[in-house]
């Protein structure tokens, strides 16, 4: 049984930091890119970070470049998505998903809130 579950979210005032962790069962999680995406209230989702299979490469949105980081530790099938900086705008239900050419999971989301 596949599984994705995310966890780490939570309310956080503004310029605090919180921790993904988002830890995959049930495939191969070396084989998949990994990424992040996230959605607020009335927006469509958006992409926020994507790592390669092996780490090797990273992308992401313009909006978080240089306040989060991914990464990945394939031992423990785990994921991460650092979160730095944080504003208000950042608060939205957070996704990971586990994506091949022709495979595709998704984890339940976790709610992250910035505020004062």
């Known amino acids: 049984q596949v599984q994705l579950v995310e966890s780490g979210g939570g309310l956080v005032q503004p310029g605090g930091s919180l921790r993904l962790s988002c830890v995959a069962s049930g495939f191969i999680f070396s084989s998949y890119a990994m990424p992040w995406y996230r959605q607020a209230p009335g927006k469509e989702r958006e992409l926020v970070a994507a790592i390669s299979s092996v780490g090797g490469i990273t992308n992401y949105g313009d909006s978080v470049k240089g306040r989060f980081t991914i990464s990945r530790d394939n031992a423990k099938n785990t994921v991460y998505l650092q979160m730095n900086s944080l504003k208000p705008e950042d608060t939205a239900v957070y996704y990971c998903?586990?994506?091949?050419?022709?495979?595709?999971?998704w984890g339940q989301g976790t709610q992250v809130t910035v505020s004062s």
């Open positions: 998903r586990a994506k091949r050419t022709y495979t595709d999971y």
